[in-house]
């Protein structure tokens, strides 16, 4: 089993950022790939970032690409997602998602990828 806990989420202005943090347990960090997904109300789960078990390797949707970064650090069981120059339309909640296929899968973008997941953290953006 994976313990997955996200925080760092808050209430921010548009354009601010935020830096959201995910701490793993139950299993060796590096044996894991990580994503993030976020699900605004009304909306379906949707796919924002992941990352290889390295962390040489990350992908984005293309609605977040160049203003969040996802990283990682093995040795604090621990993957990050920087999030700058945030809009309105980033208001959901986050979550924190652990893939046991370290190299991830083709589908990475996909939640049904993903093996266990987080509580998830609120990210509220005002106008």
């Known amino acids: 089993q994976v313990q997955l806990v996200e925080s760092g989420g808050g209430l921010v202005q548009a354009g601010g950022s935020l830096r959201l943090s995910c701490a793993a347990s139950?299993?060796?960090?590096?044996?894991?790939?990580m994503g993030w997904f976020r699900q605004a109300p009304g909306k379906e789960r949707e796919f924002v970032a992941a990352?290889?078990?390295?962390?040489?390797?990350?992908y984005y949707a293309d609605s977040v690409k160049g203003r969040f970064t996802i990283s990682r650090d093995n040795a604090k069981n621990t993957v990050y997602l920087q999030m700058n120059s945030l809009k309105p339309e980033d208001t959901a909640v986050y979550y924190c998602?652990?893939?046991?296929?370290?190299?991830?899968?083709?589908?990475?973008?996909?939640?049904?990828?993903?093996?266990?997941w987080g509580q998830g953290t609120q990210v509220t953006v005002s106008s």
């Open positions: 139950g299993r060796t960090f590096s044996s894991l790939a």
């Open positions: 990352i290889r078990w390295s962390g040489g390797s990350t």
């Open positions: 998602a652990a893939d046991l296929l370290r190299s991830l899968g083709r589908r990475y973008y996909s939640a049904d990828e993903y093996d266990y």
